[in-house]
């Protein structure tokens, strides 16, 4: 079988005329916490509460699963390597090979984009907090994207979820881009983002 990612980016698709149909791109913001998931113009969080260990992974899986159903492709949010050492990683990074294992085996195309494509995506910098104080940059940057999902794209992130629903949706919004469904036109200091995205090699139909 073709592998699902390539090593090396794609060439991006032109820009097509848009209708009235869309495909379907789902971005998730994986997380044991909180994981977000968020679609066109919708978002939610995926808040496992007390649940631990394998009853939270089945339990996020399951709902990952249904929020990524008949997905034309599905934006995943890579690791933080400079965060590795956080407690969970190791749980963490099972999820996310949990996760894209189920989207390759039901041949559900897959993008792989770090955080910092992401915020570079949504505010054209991959530090956008950096003139803030070291201890106050992660909290801003967060606010940041946030504000995006929330004036761009027109999606409501509220609650204790609303910053991995903002992620999630800026990581869709970034694969509607690249398939040349753009929902806002975003500026080229922003879109230079997805040129380091891993891209999948099986090109959905929604882009041909």
């Not at 060439?11 to 977000?36: A, F, N």
């Not at 990952?64 to 400079?82: F, K, P």
């Amino acid at each position: 079988m073709t592998a699902l990612l390539q090593s090396a980016p794609v060439t991006l698709p032109s820009v097509q005329g848009q209708g009235e149909w869309q495909p379907r791109v789902i971005g998730l913001d994986l997380s044991l916490t909180s994981t977000g998931v968020a679609g066109t113009d919708w978002a939610k969080a995926l808040r496992p509460g007390r649940r631990r260990s394998h009853e939270r992974m089945d339990w996020l899986c399951g709902h990952i699963r249904v929020g990524v159903e008949d997905a034309d492709l599905v934006v995943v949010e890579g690791a933080a390597y400079a965060q590795g050492g956080q407690a969970g990683h190791h749980e963490l990074a099972g999820l996310w090979w949990l996760v894209t294992q189920a989207l390759w085996r039901h041949r559900i195309p897959y993008a792989v984009a770090n955080p910092h494509h992401r915020t570079i995506y949504a505010t054209g910098r991959a530090n956008p907090a950096q003139d803030h104080p070291r201890n106050q940059r992660s909290r801003v940057a967060k606010g940041l994207v946030r504000s995006v999902a929330v004036e761009r794209y027109g999606v409501e992130c509220e609650g204790p979820g609303r910053y991995d629903q903002a992620d999630a949706t800026v990581l869709a919004a970034m694969g509607l881009d690249w398939l040349g469904y753009p929902t806002v036109p975003v500026p080229d200091t922003h879109r230079r983002a997805l040129e380091a995205v891993r891209w999948p090699d099986l090109i959905p139909a929604a882009a041909n």
